[in-house]
């Protein structure tokens, strides 16, 4: 089945940390490229960052020095690592997946609430 599963939101403290997991399955994972877009409310979907299987990374300006995206291919496996947040960061995050020569995302995961309150 090809799927993506996102785990690991939750409720954090401003300041605080919090490490997203992506789970794939069904994708060639070898070259696909891994992302994470987020949807706060009332606000359209945006990107956050990606990296791309030679583990080359981009970051939105809004969350650079702060996230740190990785990729294990022994467990297909990607993560999203989230430091210092802010309650701005407070959104529904996404797991992409899309083919090498694809601009856009061509897979998507249900999505992980991560909200940063006090």
């Known amino acids: 089945q090809v799927q993506l599963v996102e785990s690991g939101g939750g409720l954090v403290q401003p300041g605080g940390s919090l490490r997203l997991t992506c789970a794939t399955s069904g994708i060639n994972f070898s070259v696909a490229i891994l992302g994470w877009y987020r949807q706060a409310p009332g606000k359209e979907r945006e990107f956050v960052a990606e990296?791309?299987?030679?583990?080359?990374?981009t970051y939105a300006d809004s969350v650079k020095g702060r996230f740190t995206l990785s990729r294990t291919s022994a467990k297909n496996i990607g993560y999203l690592q989230m430091n210092n947040v802010k309650p701005e960061d407070t959104a529904v995050y996404y797991c992409t997946s899309r083919g090498p020569l694809n601009d856009r995302p061509d897979l998507w995961g249900q999505g992980t609430q991560v909200t940063v309150s006090s």
């Open positions: 990296i791309n299987s030679s583990g080359v990374t």
